[in-house]
Structures are given as C-alpha cells and as structure tokens.
T-cell receptor
Framework: EDQVTQSPEALRLQEGESSSLNCSYT??????LFWYRQDPGKGPEFLFT???AGEEKEKERLKATLTKKESFLHITAPKPEDSATYLC????????????FGKGTKLTVNP | DAGVTQSPTHLIKTRGQHVTLRCSPI?????VSWYQQVLGQGPQFIFQ???????GRGNFPDRFSARQFPNYSSELNVNALLLGDSALYLC????????????FGAGSRLTVL
C-alpha cells in the first residue's frame, strides 16, 4: 500500500533559523512527488513537483530535493510569513490523479 | 482568473442526513478530484472524474458518490451522514489526467452533529 510519512509533526523556528522538513514515501511507480503549503482554513497551495531522484527545485526561501525514498523541503532564513502546514504527496502510476498525502508538518516561525 | 470555487463554504448537518457539495474547476480544466481532510490529517483521495467519467476511487464507502457535468463542474454527495464524516472536503482540478499539478479550492467545511 502506498504510504507517505512526514517528520517532524511540528517545528518551531526563530526568524532566520534554517531547517529541513522530511518526507518518506513508499509508492509503487512514482510519477511525481508534490509539496503543498496549507494555511489555516484554506486549501493546499502548490509549491513543487519532483519527478526523479537527484532533482532539486527552488522558490524564494524554499528548496525541495528528492531521493529514491525521501524528499526534503529546506527552508533558508525563514520569515514569520512562512508559517503554515507543509504537505508532501506522492502520485503513483495507474491512470488516476490520486495523490497520497502525509499528515503534514506544521511550521511556526517566530519573529 | 477565478480559481477552483466550492460551495457551500460551511455547513452543519445531523446524523443520517444527506449532503451535496459543489465544485467549479478552473476554466479550461477538465479533470476534477475530491479529497477529504479530517482535522490534523492530510487530505485523503475520494474520487477523480474526467470527461464525466470516474477515473479513480479511494477507499470510501458507497455512501459517497460524485458526478461531473458537461461544463466540467462536479458534485460530491454523501448519504446517511455519520459523525466521522465531519471534515474539510477539498475539490481540485487539473487540465487533464497526468497533468500532475492539482489546484485546490478552499474547501467545504462539513460538521455532522
């Protein structure tokens, strides 16, 4: 069964304190690994898609990387506005657009 | 451009009742997916529809059903509501299956009393 596990469940950082979020996945035939950001009371907002091991993508203070079993979301010099829940999702083969999501990491950045 | 729009935004029902949730995809998007997000959990896949046909179904009971209309909008129906159906129901759209990027709406918050 496809499975995605995120750690830590919650992370509290000071403004400017860099860190990484982890996403471990078990998916037969990965077609893509997705990162989303979700603010309270809102739907997930797309950040990145990674397709193959070794791939990296960056957006402002965020950088996502992918290995054969894990993905990392690195946050460099975070700001309070980066506070949100970050969701990792894996898409497998099979013809549908089903994504298997992890439970998310709730990030709080204090000023 | 309007994003994915869902209605209603909030609703309260009692056990045993029926609910219909509605979703309008981004203009030009033909694929619609539904997800259930229980508080503190990640979204869980319910259905995907493309060109009015079901293309995928998650592990949900038959009380859950959906359909897609010729204008690509979609409805999610849940019968015989249980307390455990309380959740945020998210609709997502994409250009077509395999387009890979799902754009989510803000969701419909269902509370079952």
């Amino acid at each position: 069964e496809d499975q995605v596990t995120q750690s830590p469940e919650a992370l509290r950082l000071q403004e400017g304190e860099s860190s990484s979020l982890n996403c471990s996945y078990t998916v037969s035939g990965l077609r893509g690994l997705f990162w989303y950001r979700q603010d309270p009371g809102k739907g997930p907002e797309f950040l990145f898609t990674l397709y193959s091991a070794g791939e990296e993508k960056e957006k402002e203070r965020l950088k996502a990387t992918l290995t054969k079993k894990e993905s990392f979301l690195h946050i460099t010099a975070p700001k309070p506005e980066d506070s949100a829940t970050y969701l990792c999702a894996a898409g497998g083969q099979g013809g549908s657009e089903k994504l298997v999501f992890g439970k998310g990491t709730k990030l709080t950045v204090n000023p | 451009d309007a994003g994915v729009t869902q209605s209603p935004t909030h609703l309260i029902k009692t056990r045993g009742q029926h609910v219909t949730l509605r979703c309008s995809p981004i203009s030009g998007h033909k694929s619609v997916s539904w997800y259930q997000q229980v508080l503190g959990q990640g979204p869980q896949f319910i259905f995907q529809y493309y060109e009015k046909e079901e293309r995928g179904r998650g592990n949900f009971p038959d009380r859950f059903s959906a359909r897609q209309f010729p204008n690509y909008s979609s409805e999610l129906n849940v019968n015989a509501l249980l307390l455990g159906d309380s959740a945020l129901y998210l609709c997502a759209s994409s250009l077509e299956p395999g387009a890979n990027v799902l754009t989510f709406g803000a969701g419909s918050r269902l509370t079952v009393l």
